[in-house]
């Protein structure tokens, strides 16, 4: 199915994500891919995020989560902040749908963050159609749909370790979602892992941001239960299959961009030579760690550009920028993506967050795996010990990557043996990335799917469901 024009039908969907970057980016890409296929589409976001959106044939429309002036820092809870985003965002989506109704394109279908479960039950009481968008891994889904089900128990000690999970290698300690290893210490988040299935069998689909070669064995077994369509990666045309036109952003940035500091001392370095450090958005280290890091960096005299928010850079070693000049540029935010696909960069030392997994993936950039928590612990497994991309170094008793251990990981996946079997797998990765979006790929026949039901719907007035 090629692109159509936007107006050849009724069919109209409301794109909701959870207000952080790292569900904003994959969810408005997908909004791009239903534009791009001929389906009016409209992004809902939170007052507090709703200015950083700009994408080409969207319109966007502000919600509210009771916070408006800055989010969720501003309720600076996990539980406060989900309970007002559920009352004021049902109360704000519900107006929405209204609004639409009076027009020519009222709202048929919506797809919500699987964080938002409550945007179903709206979605429902209106009569129109709800599609789940999960922003993890299938692993991740897996994991945390079974134990929903009962079907798997959060292991209490250690000897209830390797937690076996049909689909998935057998996981250790360090290989768990946070949530999982320490349950107590993050009851609010555990519930809202958990609260993604618990009207799940309302939703008429449910797509995952992943490809059926990335993790088509992990989802066999589970399609009884999580019938869900991989229509991953979600990362901006331009780096994959190209049809987009224009496409080199997610058009959706809550910090302004530094690219051209970065690209232009890149520029000055030979192919292959830097190491791009960057912990996401979320992630704060210990000073210990950023001293680890930072040291270990400055003896592994590989050319290095570290991304550090500003609010992280005190914890730098005093006097270290200068230190470092010759070799090493420290910015407080780039382009990762155009960093990502820049000849000069040989590595990329991540935080294993999936958007960032998927776009070394996608862009073929070998990794050195320095997880904090969350789903960050089992992406770095599969990155290192499945998908074979990169190293995950090992970490003291007090969960500290030491520089020596560092060091050492940098040198596997920069120089030597190893690095080209990783570098020659990174770019095996790649292709099959770009094939699972390119036209009749896997993740393209899947949304066409999506699509071919609205537009069925929209002509005969019946769903014709995406589960069954």
Not at 181 to 190: I, N
Not at 225 to 232: C, D
Not at 293 to 307: C, D, M, P, T, Y
Request: glycine share 6%; proline share 5%.
């Amino acid at each position: 199915m090629g692109v159509q024009s936007i107006h050849n039908n009724n069919v109209h969907v409301l794109v909701i994500p959870y207000p952080a970057q790292g569900h904003i980016s994959p969810l408005i890409q997908f909004a791009k891919r239903l534009v791009s296929k001929g389906i009016k589409t409209t992004f809902a976001t939170t007052h507090y995020t709703v200015k950083s959106i700009t994408a080409p044939n969207i319109s966007v429309e502000p919600i509210s989560d009771g916070f408006d002036e800055s989010g969720f820092s501003q309720a600076n809870d996990v539980e406060l902040f989900l309970t007002s985003f559920k009352s004021n965002g049902s109360k704000t989506v519900s107006n929405l749908i209204h609004k639409y109704q009076k027009t020519s394109t009222p709202i048929t279908c919506i797809v919500y963050d699987s964080f938002l479960p409550w945007a179903l039950d709206v979605a429902k009481k209106h009569e129109i159609y709800g599609a789940a968008f999960f922003t993890n891994s299938a692993a991740v889904c897996n994991i945390f749909c079974r134990i929903h089900h009962g079907l798997i128990e959060i292991p209490v000690k250690v000897d209830d370790l390797p937690l076996i999970v049909p689909g998935i290698p057998p996981l250790n300690c360090r290989d768990l979602p946070s949530f999982i290893r320490f349950p107590e210490s993050y009851p609010a988040y555990m519930a809202m892992k958990l609260s993604q299935f618990s009207n799940l069998n309302l939703a008429d689909w449910m797509f995952v941001n992943t490809f059926q070669a990335l993790e088509g064995e992990v989802m066999k077994g589970l399609t009884e239960l999580f019938p869900a369509k991989l229509i991953g990666p979600m990362v901006p045309s331009a780096y994959l299959d190209g049809r987009i036109k224009g496409d080199k952003g997610y058009g959706a940035n809550l910090w302004k961009p530094l690219s051209e500091d970065c690209i232009n001392w890149l520029e000055t370095k030979p192919s292959k030579s830097v190491a791009y450090i960057s912990f996401g958005s979320m992630v704060s280290l210990t000073q210990e760690q950023i001293e680890e890091i930072a040291f270990g960096l400055k003896e592994s005299e590989v050319n290095f550009l570290w991304v550090l928010r500003e609010s992280e850079q005190g914890k730098l070693p005093k006097g270290y920028k200068d230190l470092i000049k010759e070799k090493g540029i420290i910015v407080t935010w780039c382009n990762q993506l155009e960093l990502l696909a820049h000849d000069a960069v040989g590595c990329f030392v991540t935080h294993c967050g999936w958007n960032s997994t998927l776009e070394s993936l996608s862009l073929g950039v070998p990794v050195v795996c320095l997880p904090q928590w969350a789903d960050q612990l089992p992406d770095a497994k599969f990155l290192e010990e499945i998908w074979e991309v990169g190293v995950r170094p090992k970490e003291d008793e007090n969960g500290v990557v030491k520089r020596e251990e560092f060091v050492l990981s940098l040198k596997i996946v920069m120089e030597g043996e190893r690095s080209e079997v990783i570098r020659k797998n990174a770019n095996e990765w790649k292709k099959l990335a770009r094939d699972a979006v390119s036209e009749g790929g896997s993740s393209d026949k899947n949304i066409d799917d999506f699509v071919d039901q609205l537009m069925d719907n929209d002509k005969n007035g019946h769903l014709i469901s995406g589960k069954k």
